[in-house]
């Protein structure tokens, strides 16, 4: 048995609701006590003993909403070079997505994300599989068998199901079997061939806008066939106050639903698309300032429950392109936490629901271990200097593609250890 013992720490574990200075302990894999309280055990006879004085543990990250090439498009990122970002950023546990090729939409597919995550992967991979087969919105997949498979929660990734019929199958089976039905709502037809937010600025750089009604009516719809079936619904990234306005009447109604959001839409607007600035070319796209408002109080309200890098890994050949041509998305694994903390510094958002939002919370929604610091849960953590300043760069990155929003970005809070049931995985 191998022991580790964090002392003098700041302990930080939103499901018990500590944040207080105490010890650490953990015992082969699992943490063995936790907080204030643990100050009195002493050190165990032949522990590694690290003094965090002046440096936060809390959880490890739970990233619910990761995009990885792994198979079909491997030179964007695999299961490997991913995992190797995400314990650099304090991810421990990846929820991803099925948008590959082939389309992760048979036991087959979901048994190799398992088996190669197993042989390649330094953190927890959780394969979600596909809604309908081959993410074409008709004809629905095999629930059961996918769940049995090992299948955390079921989406369509990138796609939105036009098909209202389509939909309350998927929730009123997901709910037989116990499964979340995340998905993404953008109306195709609304959306159109819009590139960003629709406003006077994209009036101003001659892009077509994407509506925000676009994302509302279809998440409207979802809303509604969640509190007809009794599904469990998540609405996967949403990026307006109208979005937002609609979760908190919903769950006021007692649906059973939740809602994420890309760190994205909570510290970048429209703005910073700048002159044509492809690496902000996003779905959904950035919003207004007002928006990008909302969705923060949204976070602290609880009509908003976690917080998702959307990490989306696209190659040169796709984003050296005219704005209207580049693909979207962005990665986001490394400066998921560093980007949230801006919210903790600035005074908008508590620390300790802000750390719930990315680890406690998307843990509990996807009926994950890990997000908790409890005795006896796995060794899932992350050592965190709150305070300490960096900057994002290209030579930094360790994701196999480049295409981050935040570059040249200064950044305050670094992660300086991640471990993973108690094994170091990344050590800045």
Same mark, same amino acid.
């Given at each position: ?15 018990? =609701? ?12 699992? $943490? ?24 936060? $543990? ?76 081959? +993410? ?8 059961? !068998? ?10 369509? =990734? ?25 998905? /993404? ?12 937010? /629709?406003? !006077? ?11 925000? /009604? ?8 979802? +809303? ?82 976690? $917080? ?24 986001? !694994? ?33 009926? +994950? ?37 935040? /570059? ?21």
């Amino acid at each position: 048995m191998s022991t580790t013992v964090f002392e003098r720490a700041r302990v930080i574990d939103p499901a018990r =609701g500590i944040d207080e200075i105490g010890t650490v302990i953990v015992t082969d894999g699992k $943490i063995a006590a936790a907080g204030k309280a643990a100050l009195n055990q002493g050190t165990p006879q032949g522990a590694d003993v690290v003094d965090c004085s002046g440096k936060a $543990i809390i959880p490890g990250l739970v990233d619910g909403r990761v995009f990885i090439g792994e198979p079909g498009g491997e030179h964007r990122e695999t299961i490997a070079s991913a995992s190797v970002a995400a314990a650099a950023g304090g991810v421990t546990s990846i929820v991803m997505m099925p948008d590959t090729n082939p389309v992760i939409d048979n036991v087959a597919l979901v048994e190799f994300v398992l088996r190669t995550a197993r042989d390649t992967a330094s953190v927890n991979i959780f394969p979600a599989a596909a809604i309908t087969k081959g +993410l074409d919105g008709q004809e629905m997949t095999e629930f059961g !068998l996918l769940r049995e498979a090992g299948a955390v929660a079921f989406t369509d =990734g990138r796609h939105t199901i036009a098909n209202a019929l389509v939909m309350r199958r998927a929730l009123t089976y997901a709910r037989d079997f116990g499964a979340v039905v995340a998905h /993404e709502t953008q109306d195709a037809d609304l959306a159109s061939s819009g590139v960003m937010n /629709e406003g !006077l600025y994209a009036s101003w750089l001659g892009l077509s806008g994407i509506p925000r /009604e676009a994302e509302a009516i279809p998440l409207e719809r979802d +809303l509604a066939l969640a509190r007809l079936t009794r599904g469990t619904y998540h609405a996967a990234k949403i990026s307006t106050a109208m979005a937002a306005q609609a979760m908190r009447r919903a769950k006021a109604d007692g649906a059973n639903v939740t809602a994420g959001v890309a760190i994205h839409n909570l510290s970048l607007n429209e703005l910073d698309v700048g002159e044509y600035r492809t690496f902000f070319r996003l779905t959904p796209p950035l919003r207004a300032e007002e928006d990008r408002l909302a969705m923060i109080e949204a976070i602290r309200d609880g009509a908003i429950d976690i $917080i998702v890098s959307s990490h989306d890994p696209q190659d040169v050949d796709t984003k050296r392109l005219p704005f209207a041509d580049a693909a979207a998305g962005a990665i986001g !694994l490394e400066t998921l936490l560093g980007a949230a903390l801006r919210l903790y510094h600035n005074g908008d958002v508590p620390l300790l629901r802000l750390i719930e939002t990315v680890s406690t919370a998307p843990a509990r929604l996807f009926g +994950l271990p890990g997000g908790t610091l409890k005795p006896g849960a796995v060794a899932d953590l992350a050592l965190v200097d709150l305070d300490e300043p960096w900057i994002v760069s290209e030579t930094g990155i360790r994701s196999r593609s480049k295409n981050t929003c935040f /570059e040249g970005a200064r950044l305050q809070g670094k992660v300086l250890q991640t471990m993973v049931a108690g094994r170091t995985v990344f050590r800045a």
